[in-house]
């Protein structure tokens, strides 16, 4: 029984040493939110938010005004592209003369008058002036009546 005694002790005098020997752990308090650090924080969140979405719209805002930009180039290529086929025509318009002549008729001439502006803006353009007749007449006759209509014309 002294036996048992003194393991019992022993025993409680370990636990002693054990729960009483070591350093003891050191808790820090939780912090505690106050109002002013949440309402700072709910600002923070809203300027974060709110300026997220102002990048969101200037990307928008550039997104649409390429598109526009794009819009009006293709609106300006097919006004161009418009233009030039007007302009083909204009320079392609054939002129008529009388019967046997080569004198340039009032009509005509004014057609003439807007070809020579459309050169004269584009000094670049080559055209070619011929002058034609019908199969009446000799070769040589029309051949020489061809080219008194190409001067006259040019």
Do not use: W
């Not at 729960?19 to 969140?45: I, L, Q």
């Not at 005004?65 to 030039?84: I, L, M, V």
Request: positive net charge; glycine residues 6%; charged residues 25%.
């Amino acid at each position: 029984m002294k036996c048992l005694h003194l393991l019992v002790v022993a025993g409680l005098a370990a636990t002693a040493v054990v729960a009483c020997g070591g350093p003891k752990p050191v808790t820090t308090p939780t912090p505690t939110a106050n109002a002013d650090s949440a309402a700072a924080a709910e600002r923070a969140r809203q300027d974060s938010m709110a300026r997220e979405q102002q990048r969101q719209d200037s990307i928008r805002a550039a997104q649409e005004a390429e598109r526009a930009a794009a819009q009006r180039r293709a609106d300006s290529a097919a006004a161009a592209s418009s233009a030039g086929n007007e302009v083909k025509a204009m320079l392609a318009a054939l002129i008529h003369f009388d019967y046997d002549k080569s004198n340039i008729r009032p009509d005509d001439a004014a057609g003439l008058d807007q070809k020579v502006a459309i050169l004269q803006a584009n000094p670049n353009l080559r055209i070619r002036v011929s002058g034609h007749c019908d199969e009446r007449g000799s070769d040589e006759y029309n051949l020489a009546l061809g080219n008194r209509r190409a001067t006259a014309a040019k």
